[in-house]
């Protein structure tokens, strides 16, 4: 008798546990969500796009929205890593120039959106750099997190169908697990 109820608290036990766990685990696959927190923990990849300045040494570019319309009087700053090396500010067009840069990698920011440039005096630029660079105000997109249950994955994370089938039996089979267990129709009683 005592190893029929060491066998069924054992698997009242692991049912629990196979319970409590989501699908992806349960399968031996990794975490639904896994790969995207650490692809958003690396953060995304930067480009850095080549820009010339005009002969005079003025760096020029527009600031526009998300659906390329112009900015008109919004505030730019340029950055060279921590330093804020220059504030403009754009026209009606959403046009700004920024005097005295020399060549260097720069962030132009506005408000609501950045970038990253490669100035090159006139004259020494790739033959791919642009005479004018381009911010765009981009609000970001926030969408709901990946991951299900407290970020592990699960039923509602991506399951397959087999993980879902697995899950179904782990189920059923605890629940019968747990009835047997506490079915109390033949008590352990001494004489």
Avoid at 11 to 33: D, H
Wanted: charged share 20%; hydrophobic share 40%; proline share 6%.
């Amino acid at each position: 008798m005592r190893i029929q109820r060491l066998w069924k608290s054992t698997l009242v036990i692991l049912t629990g546990i196979a319970v409590a766990l989501p699908g992806p685990v349960m399968a031996g696959q990794a975490p639904s969500g896994e790969e995207a927190r650490e692809k958003e923990a690396r953060g995304p990849a930067v480009q850095i796009r080549d820009v010339s300045l005009d002969a005079g040494g003025v760096l020029s570019g527009y600031l526009v929205d998300a659906q390329g319309k112009p900015e008109a009087e919004s505030p730019i700053q340029i950055h060279q890593g921590r330093k804020q090396i220059a504030v403009a500010k754009t026209n009606a067009r959403g046009h700004f120039e920024v005097r005295g840069l020399k060549g260097g990698v720069y962030q132009v920011s506005s408000s609501k959106g950045s970038s990253l440039f490669r100035i090159w005096k006139n004259g020494t630029a790739p033959k791919q750099a642009s005479r004018l660079a381009l911010v765009v105000n981009d609000d970001p997109v926030v969408r709901a997190q990946p991951g299900g249950f407290l970020g592990l994955g699960g039923f509602g994370g991506g399951a397959s169908l087999t993980t879902l089938a697995i899950g179904a039996g782990v189920i059923a089979g605890g629940t019968i697990a747990i009835v047997e267990a506490t079915n109390n129709d033949n008590p352990d009683v001494s004489p």
